[in-house]
Structure formats: C-alpha cells, structure tokens
C-alpha cells in the first residue's frame, strides 16, 4: 500500500535520529576513533552491497518516486541515505548488545549473536517496508509476508561477516586474538586498513554465497512474475 | 571514568534500539497490514512477537552490568570483613 508522499520522508528523518543515537552510543563506548572507523567501513560496505543488489535487479527504492522528486531526500548511488545510515545503527546497536553481553568471548560467537540481533530486527523492518513501498524486492524467491528468504540469508550474512573483520580486525590486536586493552588509544589510521582490507576479503564470499541462495531459491519462486525493476538488463539477473 | 561512558554508550544503545522499535511499531500499526496477513491486528501482533526476543537481549544487557557491580561489591566486602 503506498501512503502519502510525506510517510517516506518522516520515515527518513526518523532514522536519522536514530543514526544520530546509535553513533553517540558508539562514541561513548569505544571513542571517537573506534567510532570513526565502524562508521566508515560500515558505509563503503553497506553502500557497495546495497547498490551492487539494485543494479543487478534484486530490489530498488522507487515506490514513491514522481517525475520531479526521487521519493527520498539524499541518495548514496541508487540507495537513500538512511538506508546506508540506518544499517550501520543497527549493526552498531546489535555489536554494542553483543559486546556487553558476550566479553572477551570467541569472535565467531559474537558475530553470530551480532547478526542473530540484526536479523530480528529485520524480520519486523522488511514486512514493514514492503507493505508500505520504501523498497520493493524484485527478483524471483521465496516470499515470506511479502520478503524473500534471499534476503533473510543475505541480511545475516551481511552483518555476521562485517561483525567478524570489526571484532578480530579493531577490537581484537591482531596478532595476538585479545582484546585491545584501551580500545580509545586506538590509532584509527593503523586499524582502519587491515579492517577494510579483510573486508574486500570477505565481500566476494558475501555476495556469492547471497548469489547462489538466489538461484537456489528461484525456481521454488511463490511470486509469479514479470520482476520490474527500473534496472533491467544488461545488469539484471531476470528481467 | 572508562566504565561510566561504557555504560552510557549501553543507555544510548538501548535508548536507540527502543526508539527504533517504537517507530517500527507505528510504521506496522499504519501499514495497513502485511503481505499475507489479514489486517493491521494480525501484523502488530506478529510485530509484539517478533520484538520479544530483542526486548529480551536488552534488559538482559542492561541486567548485566549490575550483577557484575553486585560481584565486585561482595568481594570489596569479603575483603573488608577479612582486614
């Protein structure tokens, strides 16, 4: 059901608050530095995915686009900006969680409950989204309330991944596996490319493992076609 | 001084988190309902449950925090008994 022109820009604002809090709370517990760092590997992570996923036809956030206006106020590419800022709020919120419930235990744990937190908010945030058009999913897969496993999948891994290179690559010293024992006198210089470089590491496994979910699950596909994104081919997968 | 801003940061969190919930709450309640779903009651409901689990992680954070005080407190004081 789309809404009015005014609901997606209320919804934008919204999450800008809500980045706003999720970066203070960052900065409180880790400083500024810490902060500085999650916050740009987060954004050249979410922004390459999520723009990677709409040029190729997976979903696009056209819903309340007119001729005049884009539907939303600033665009990172193909992606709204509250998009890129709210996905690093909730990854932050679920780490900061995760962090406090979980101390000094094995990386892949934590990145699993990280991730587990993600998810849970995005089975409520996806359905959400899709019944009121800020994105609509245009590739064939199993629908769930109007959202495709693929993206469930993909969302998990998204976070499990990125938690992983921040924990072992920022919070942990690298060389040795344990926390860093003042995490604020982190020179964010030093941790910031290792970070990033473990995450081009891990990008590929990312998108070809959401990639593969994806053709696994098209013939099962419960949503009859024709898929119409505003990307067709040459980039699109299906249309 | 470390401690206390690791326990702002943890009430920012939770603070955003629950702000986050709220507007995903109001979102649900004005969608009309979800794919699959019949009607505004039926998707709230589905939202209550789904935000259980998340409810849950959070009070058990904020939980935490306090047990381990209640800990350093009890060995302060076997120390104090001890002198």
């Known amino acids: 059901m789309i809404l009015s022109p005014v609901y997606p820009l209320i919804v934008e604002v919204c999450f800008y608050g809500i980045f706003a809090g999720a970066l203070y709370a960052t900065m409180q517990r880790y400083g500024t530095r810490v902060s500085l760092v999650l916050l740009t590997g987060a954004t050249l992570w979410s922004t390459s995915i999520e723009n990677f996923i709409v040029l190729n036809g997976g979903y696009d956030y056209y819903g309340y686009a007119t001729r005049n206006f884009p539907g939303y106020m600033a665009w990172v590419g193909v992606v709204p900006l509250w998009i890129i800022l709210g996905w690093f709020s909730m990854t932050a919120l679920s780490y900061i969680l995760t962090d406090v419930l979980l101390p000094g235990r094995s990386p892949y744990l934590r990145s699993l ?15 959400i ?102 990307f067709p081919a040459p980039f699109g997968w299906w249309s | 001084m470390h401690e206390l801003a690791e326990k702002k940061g943890l009430v920012w969190a939770s603070i955003s988190i629950l702000s986050l919930i709220l507007v995903l709450l109001i979102m649900t ?39 381990t005080s209640k800990k350093e407190q009890k060995v302060i004081a076997g120390i104090a008994v001890r002198d």
């Open chain 2, 29 to 67: 309640s004005i969608s009309g309902g979800f794919a699959g779903l019949s009607g505004s009651l039926q998707s709230l409901a589905y939202a209550g449950v789904v935000m259980v689990p998340i409810l849950i992680v959070v009070f058990l954070a904020f939980k935490k925090p306090i047990d």
């Open chain 1, 129 to 230: 989204a899709v019944s009121t058009g800020l994105w609509r999913w245009t590739h064939p897969s199993v629908y769930v309330l109007g959202v495709p496993l693929t993206n469930w999948v993909g969302w998990f891994a998204i976070v499990y991944f990125f938690v992983f290179a921040f924990d072992t690559m920022v919070i942990r010293k690298p060389m040795v596996g344990r926390p860093v024992l003042d995490i604020r006198r982190v020179e964010w210089q030093k941790a910031l490319t290792p970070f990033l470089k473990r995450l081009l590491l891990l990008a590929p496994i990312v998108l070809l493992g959401t990639l593969a979910v994806m053709m696994l699950l098209a013939p099962y596909s419960n949503l009859p076609g024709p898929y119409r994104n505003v």
């Open chain 1, 113 to 127: 409950l990280a991730a587990s937190i993600s998810l849970n908010i995005d089975l409520l945030l996806d359905p």
